[in-house]
């Protein structure tokens, strides 16, 4: 499985992006997805994580109520669509993905065993 994700950029405090994240390769898998965002001082962290079906979601407990995970299976592609950024959401967005027939979501990061190239997403003050 090849991740491409995209869409990242510059925004002021309170605007939005989107961030894409397509899959290839062995897409008829049940893939269960998930962004997660690393800096310097803190190492990755947990954003977001959505089952292969798309019925449960988890957020982290930082971007509560103003990132959303979607996907459209269809185009084998998921999005995180960010609202209300702060310049603390600064950071290099990652899309990871692992197999899961038990159409189960995941937090840690040692979970997932495919990973995008990561997307800058800077917010400024």
């Known amino acids: 499985v090849q991740l491409q994700a995209s869409g990242g950029g510059l925004v002021q405090a309170g605007g939005s992006l989107r961030l894409s994240c397509a899959a290839s390769?062995?897409?008829?898998?049940?893939?269960?997805m998930g962004w997660f965002r690393q800096t310097a001082p803190k190492g990755r962290e947990f954003v977001a994580a959505?089952?292969?079906?798309?019925?449960?979601?988890l957020y982290g407990d930082t971007v509560k109520g103003r990132f959303t995970i979607s996907r459209d299976n269809a185009k084998n592609t998921v999005f995180l669509q960010m609202n209300s950024l702060k310049p603390e959401d600064t950071a290099v967005y990652y899309c990871?993905?692992?197999?899961?027939?038990?159409?189960?979501?995941?937090?840690?990061?040692?979970?997932?065993?495919?990973w995008g190239q990561g997307t800058q997403v800077t917010v400024s003050s």
């Open positions: 990871a993905a692992v197999i899961s027939w038990g159409n189960v979501a995941y937090t840690h990061e040692g979970a997932y065993n495919y």
């Open positions: 390769g062995r897409t008829s898998s049940a893939l269960s």
């Open positions: 959505i089952t292969w079906s798309g019925g449960s979601t």
